[in-house]
């Protein structure tokens, strides 16, 4: 896995341009990004790890084993 080093601070002149210049460094790195959320009205863009969250518990899902599944992409 790369290094997770977010990339440098930097104006851009659209969302777009911010999204795809983010996404890039994240890929040349090793991790990915995407948005958590977004108001195009604001010019708010939250962007947040791909493999980041909290684990949500699924009512009424039980492993047949009795054991819960522990594999996830969530580090």
Partial sequence: MGDLLPPDEAEYATREDLITKVQEH????GYAVTIQRS???????ILGCDR???????HGVV???????TSSRYI
């Fill in 26 to 29: 994240a890929f040349a790195h």
């Fill in 52 to 58: 980041g969250g909290k684990y949500r518990i699924r």
């Fill in 63 to 69: 492993e047949p084993s009795g054991l819960r599944n």
């Fill in 39 to 45: 108001c195009k009205r604001d010019g708010v863009v």
